[in-house]
């Protein structure tokens, strides 16, 4: 056994450097898809969204955005955000992609090209780009060409593994026992795609096997698993999203299942035509990839209406109110791979619950003037609106790439957590407002005295305006907003000291309304300060990153 051992360590490191090698065309392909999403993502989409007017233009669109990601994957999931939001039908979704399976093909042929010799040349000026301009589309653009660099030099180094592995005996003996077997080999493909998240990463892999490790018929039922895997990793990327998110990747899916079913039947009489003008095996499996995705194209193009009808079957949508009416959600996930563009989505959101924030604060004084029990009751249901779109929130915000953010993105990210925060505190300080509204005022029948009254609706006018302009600061970002924001907070503080010291003289002289509503009255000033507080501290980040705050208070400003 001791004469083997140097044989078999020999072809156990043949066998990891193979695996090495795909673990690195799939890592290329990544960097690739994540440096064009990241430079150029939100001009994709815009292309995208401007280019549905017919399903012809769209499925051109969807090759060209897709050559340039090499993922239909995420071309599904920016094209189910948009059906999601209600931009685009689904039809014409559903023809993006069919345009978005050509375009990762397109692709394909193209690397099955000898390229090695720019792998060098990619990867060090890539390097280079990245590493001086980090956080910027030029650091974005050296990540894709490193992807693509080491995708070159991936496929070089399957080919060097898989001749060393194949001279082996034992394997050799291996592979004269395999038989095509056509169902194993698509479950195996889409297995692969699945678990790498490419069907093009497993379309080169299968090409560069075919020349030395399976036959050719072998390596076309991978390539057709391949495309049924990339349609299946779309559903499942897109399980947890609402009902019309999960329609587009479905029809796509439905598209690939009766492509394959109609392609299984022509791999041979395709085989025995290919043969009479290409030999090479490699060339022969692109070509096959690319004529099945150009056949499903041109088969399904004319029928997206029907794929979609079938699909509202197979996912109805909540027929429950008019879904062109329903607000939409700005979380938008396919947005996460561009995190300049996923930082504007979740600003938006922010802005929205602030909004519903604004709507709780000012049925305080509502319910205060009417005495509305449902009123209190409806309001105070909506702080588990603010908790959620708050979790929501965060959730999404965690999921955006810090490391890709420039430092200006950094410091945004910063302040709609900021922002976020104070917000969910204003709501939860109103719904303990409103209960002790009800508890204090309502239910005992008692009334504020008119001098209390209206000190009460002075600060809560002044604090309507104060949130506002915390909003604006928050949106617009100016250091006089904010100064502004903070001058105010010194106003409101003298302001509840003054209406305080009032309501004890009140007190004093026996009002009797005062003394039934004094602990009420107290309370009230009391939250509508510590609410002014989370308002003001919009300001805060602003100012410090503008250096315009001192150790303790704000600067004095030359005049």
Request: with cysteine; net charge neutral.
């Amino acid at each position: 056994m001791l004469p083997e051992t140097p044989f078999v360590s020999a072809r156990m490191k043949h066998l990891l450097n193979l695996l090495a090698a795909i673990a690195l065309l799939v890592w290329g392909t990544y960097l690739v898809r994540t440096g064009v999403l990241r430079t150029f993502g939100a001009s994709l989409r815009q292309a995208l969204a401007f280019s549905m007017g017919n399903r012809f233009t769209a499925a051109l669109s969807g090759v060209g955005v897709t050559a340039l990601v090499q993922s239909s994957t995420a071309t599904a999931l920016i094209t189910s955000s948009f059906v999601g939001q209600g931009m685009i039908a689904l039809p014409a979704a559903l023809a993006v992609m069919l345009g978005a399976d050509v375009g990762t093909s397109v692709m394909a042929v193209v690397f099955s090209f000898d390229l090695s010799w720019l792998s060098p040349l990619f990867i060090f000026v890539g390097v280079v780009l990245f590493i001086s301009r980090q956080g910027t589309n030029v650091g974005g653009f050296g990540r894709m060409l490193i992807g693509l660099g080491l995708m070159l030099l991936a496929l070089r180094l399957v080919t060097e593994s898989t001749t060393l592995l194949t001279q082996a005996p034992a394997v050799q003996l291996m592979l004269e026992s395999l038989t095509s077997d056509l169902m194993l080999e698509v479950i195996l493909g889409a297995g692969l795609a699945v678990l790498s998240y490419s069907s093009l990463a497993v379309v080169l892999l299968t090409a560069t096997l075919a020349l030395q490790v399976v036959s050719v018929e072998v390596a076309l039922g991978l390539v057709l698993g391949a495309n049924l895997g990339s349609g299946l990793l779309a559903v499942l990327t897109t399980a947890k999203s609402s009902i019309s998110v999960r329609q587009v990747p479905l029809g796509n899916l439905m598209f690939k299942m009766m492509g394959v079913a109609i392609a299984s039947f022509l791999i041979q009489p395709w085989l025995q035509l290919a043969r009479r003008y290409v030999d090479d095996p490699a060339q022969l499996v692109v070509l096959f990839h690319l004529s099945f995705n150009l056949m499903v194209a041109v088969l399904f193009i004319g029928v997206t209406q029907v794929v979609a009808r079938w699909v509202e079957k197979l996912l109805p949508r909540n027929k429950g109110g008019n879904k062109a009416l329903d607000r939409p959600n700005h979380l938008d996930p396919s947005a996460l791979s561009t995190p300049a563009l996923a930082i504007s989505c979740a600003t938006r959101e922010a802005i929205h619950l602030a909004d519903t924030v604004e709507t709780m604060l000012r049925g305080v004084m509502t319910v205060l003037k009417t005495s509305d029990v449902q009123l209190a009751e409806n309001l105070r249901a909506m702080d588990d609106k603010v908790d959620s779109q708050y979790s929501a929130i965060k959730y999404y915000m965690t999921k955006i790439s810090r490391q890709a953010l420039s430092e200006d993105e950094g410091q945004r990210w910063t302040d709609i957590i900021s922002f976020t925060i104070n917000m969910e505190q204003v709501g939860d300080i109103i719904e303990r407002v409103l209960q002790d509204i009800e508890d204090k005022k309502i239910r005992p029948g008692r009334n504020f005295s008119p001098a209390g009254q209206t000190e009460i609706e002075e600060l809560h006018a002044r604090l309507l305006a104060n949130l506002r302009l915390g909003m604006s600061v928050f949106l617009n970002g100016t250091v006089r907003d904010a100064q502004k924001l903070l001058e105010e907070k010194v106003r409101f503080r003298e302001l509840e000291r003054a209406y305080a010291t009032s309501h004890l003289d009140r007190l004093s002289e026996k009002t009797m309304p005062s003394i039934e509503t004094s602990s009420l009255h107290i309370d009230l000033i009391s939250e509508f300060k510590r609410i002014n507080s989370h308002i003001c501290s919009i300001a805060y980040p602003i100012l410090d990153s503008a250096g315009a705050l001192a150790p303790s208070r704000l600067l004095k400003q030359d005049r």
